[in-house]
DNA sequence: GCTTGACCCTCCAGCGACTGGAAGGTTCAT
DNA sequence: ATGAACCTTCCAGTCGCTGGAGGGTCAAGC
């Protein structure tokens, strides 16, 4: 006898908004749930396990169209192995990692630069523009 | 007798499309420009520079709403001076951008210890979960 | 004069990943 | 019986654009 959980006792067990869960659902990340009789939603420890993956997923920032990808590949009843895939998935997703942290680390650079500038002297120019954001 | 441009030298000349110069007017970042009889906008020196500055401070990660305040704060007639507003924005930012390379620099490990697991063993667990998400 | 193509205009819709709220049904405790 | 705290669906809004439809304008070439 596996155990029920609402929505909400699944949005506060796997810390995530009630509201994003049926976003999920939707968007197709998440299988349909069974519904009991009033029409609520259904989750069992799986269900929660599949939420929680999809978290993660989402935290290390894969888009949902990624995950999209992954759980079906999960899910799917077919044989395909998923390694492949998930190891692409990484892959792109961690140039595309490296690359946004070195543009970071640019505009950390540029915003020091200004606020020394800032510190320094008048930024002002004549005609009210500022001569602070110039490059 | 200032030189005018029509709106698509004026892309051309900042490097911005002119569709997003339009969005700046409407979202209200840009001040609403001359036109001439048969409507189109018109722009002298003075507005290049202005959609060069927005592009630079959102290319410095300010958001719109941020640059509204800037601009509202350097065409204001009142005598506002806007080094300590321009202060604050850039250390609120400056502090953002730290936090976010943190994070980044997280997700970075985390992405390069699923790859190294992916490399090494299966991923795959007997459920059809992946164990290679898990934290 | 007429056509062609490159401009310009406004307005509406969509992206991604939610989030908020309205309007209504259910469950439970008091 | 009433109220709070759930749940449901659906619609709208966020941010920063971007694309497209449908139409006006302009300069060049025939």
Redesign the interface.
């Known amino acids: 006898m596996a155990r029920m959980f609402t929505i909400g006792q699944v949005a506060k067990a796997a810390g995530v908004p009630a509201k994003t869960i049926r976003y999920y659902e939707d968007a197709g990340v998440l299988p349909r749930t069974a519904r009991s009789v009033n029409g609520y939603r259904q989750y069992g420890d ?1 269900e929660v ?1 599949c939420i929680r ?1 999809v978290r ?2 989402r ?3 894969l888009s949902l169209e990624q995950v999209r990808k ?1 759980t079906a590949v ?2 799917g009843d077919s044989g395909t ?3 492949p895939i ?2 692409a998935l ?2 792109t ?2 140039s595309a ?2 690359q ?2 070195g543009e ?2 640019l ?2 650079r ?3 630069d ?2 020394r500038r ?1 510190r320094r002297r ?3 120019s004549r ?4 001569r ?4």
Do not use: I, S, T
């Open positions: 799986r396990d993956f993660r997923a935290g290390l920032g992954l999960l899910h192995r998923m390694r998930l190891r990484v892959g997703q961690l990692v490296r946004h942290r970071l680390r505009l950390q540029q915003l020091e200004v606020q800032l008048a930024p002002a005609n009210g523009a500022c602070c954001l110039e490059r």
